[in-house]
């Protein structure tokens, strides 16, 4: 054990530290005020998890002797019942990190339920990837009604889906899925999510529902510009979309003190820079060179964008 | 002042984010640039070892792992950098290199010898780094080394004749009781605090606990174990009110859940969403229980240092569990009643 209290009132007797903030870090250091808050998170989420994967299973193993029908009420009735009780919480405490869960339970049971129920009646036909749309939607909308990032990332998740991105970042890289197919579909991704995210910020939406907009435009614009990259057709259009980015989110992000940002525009504009260098090609040792010189620029840009928001903050 | 490593003083100050002039000059970094600094660390050396390697020097081997140890030094040294992340990963990958490379000199090595000299490297990075994880995965390295050492005859699943697991217990029991001590430098108790995490799932990897085949009577002992460091784990987690212990307890449950399931004779999908169903009950009732403070406990976030780190990282576990891309058209076959995946295993 150890306790930084002794650290702390001297930055408070010194004014360096403001009185709530003093009396909040003496009282964690302290511990005389403890918060469960890390250890609930990982247990809510390790139980979604499990209770979704078992929920699977179940509906594999079972689907002949219960029947479709029957199975699709009881998971829309659980489902119905998740969001009642996610209701509740959130009444007794606005931000409940269980109702947040609860919530997020339903929501999963409903994407597996709209699937499972496409899949077995072909209600779309040729058409079934629009499941993900409405999921899209129906997330989107319990995300508002709920004020649920979760809930939002896999709304946004599923508008990827429908849009046809795939999940897995480095399979965007990969020689054969590196289409300008796949890199449109991305872009067209983050930049319906822009467009998205400026209607939301006009009607003064949630800030924390903005932040997840933000974040999932950002990646989907980068993987999208990086398959690009890493492609044969469309490799300058690639890399002035990768370095653009880079250069605006660097930008907003010490501006608006977002670290993230920061280190997405350095961490992807050197990726773009690897995979350009790789390409150009020639003598294998020059082309090591010059990625290990793309590195370390990296990381010295890296570090000092890092001292300028600390010195801000 | 020493020159090499903060002291305590200066270090405790790094730890409350005082001005420059108490920490003696040295900097650290926060949680995402300290992970993304290491992986910028980890291509450089692998780089660095790369090129040493396409000019076929004969020394290169050497010179790429004194350069990194070498520049890992000078950040350290000159520019002052104490848990940066890119020293970190230099100091580690030049000190497994130069063990690699020691290794390949001595031609003929024992597994061993290997595993006790990589594990010296990991340990001398973690301890003149003063970096927790790498103390703590050297420790899971040296029960390694215990492992290699016992007969194979003697690897059976009964928690006495099991060294090394036995060895990653008493490591864990250790740290628990080392926890209560106060340590003035804030590195050292998280070294105790990693090991009161890591060594109880080590402890279960290493009794067989992953292959599920023993037969039932030789996995009481694991399980029975694992169950009563959970308790003692728990019981010191709340007194003491440390995360560490609480984190260890919930690893121990987990794995004495997976144990159970020999017992059970209930199918996969009911224990996945039973025992999902009990902890997240449990978790909301404590979530709701807590809501006010009690007792000094709370359910609410008070610390917001590490906040966005792990803001992103729910996120990102959330968004893992939806339904797959639609161009995934070979898992989703709209028209012979595959399933696409419902946001579970996708797996229909």
Known sequence: MHSLESELRELHREGLIEDATAVRAIAIESRSLFSVFEELRLALYASVA?????????????????????????????????????????RDRSDSLASAYVVLLGALIISADLGFAEAQFHWLGADWARHLLLLAIVHGITAYAFESPLVMSLSLASLAGWVGVERAFGSLLLAGAATPASGGRALSCA??????????????????????????????????????????????????????????????????????????????????????????????????????????????????????????? | VTAWRPTIAEERWLNVAAPADRTGGWRRSGLLPRCVFFMLGLAAAGLTYAFFDLVHWRTGDWLAALILVAVAEWLILSKRLFACGIEEALELSGLILLAARILHAHGHVSDVEAASLITAAVGIAGIRLLNPLLTAS????????????????????????????????????????????????????????????????????????????????????????????????????????????????????????????RFSGLPIEARLIGGGGVVLGLAVALDRYLRTVRRGFTSRRIDETTAAAFDLLQLAGAASLAPPSATAADRFKGGDGTFGGGGASGGY
């Open chain 1, 50 to 90: 499990a209770i979704i994967a078992g929920l699977g299973i179940l509906l594999k193993r079972n689907l002949d002797r219960i029947g479709p029908l029957a199975l699709i009420l009881v998971l829309a009735a659980i489902a119905g019942a998740c969001y009642a009780a996610g209701t509740r919480l959130r």
């Open chain 1, 191 to 313: 930049a319906l999510l822009l467009v998205w995210r400026e209607v939301h910020r006009r009607l003064h939406g949630s800030r924390v529902l903005q932040d997840v907009l933000e974040h999932f435009a950002a990646h989907l614009g980068f993987w999208g510009a990086l398959a690009w990259c890493a492609g044969s057709t469309r490799v300058i259009e690639g890399i002035v979309i990768v370095l653009t980015m880079a250069t605006v989110l660097i930008r907003a992000g010490l501006r608006n003190e977002r670290e993230a940002f920061v280190v997405y525009g350095v961490v992807y504009g050197a990726i773009a820079t690897c995979i350009l260098e790789g390409k150009i090609g020639g003598e294998p040792k020059l082309v090591v060179l010059l990625l290990l010189v793309t590195v370390v620029g990296a990381a010295i840009v890296l570090w000092n964008l890092h001292k300028r928001l600390r010195v801000r903050s």
């Open chain 2, 138 to 261: 050297s420790i899971v390295g040296f029960s390694v080394v215990v492992m290699l050492w016992t007969p194979a005859a003697s690897r059976s699943a009964a928690l006495i004749s099991h060294p090394a697991g036995g060895f990653c217990l008493a490591v864990a029991a250790l740290a628990l009781i080392l926890g209560t001590v106060e340590y003035r430098r804030p590195s050292h108790d998280r070294m105790i605090a990693w090991l009161i995490v890591v060594m109880p799932a080590a402890a279960y990897v290493w009794l067989g606990g992953l292959d599920g085949d023993g037969p039932g009577s030789t996995r009481v002992l694991p399980a029975l174990a694992l169950a009563m460091f959970a308790v003692a784990a728990l019981t010191v987690g709340i007194q003491r009110r440390a995360h560490p212990p609480l984190l260890a307890f919930m690893i121990c449950m987990l794995c004495v859940a997976y144990e159970l399931r």
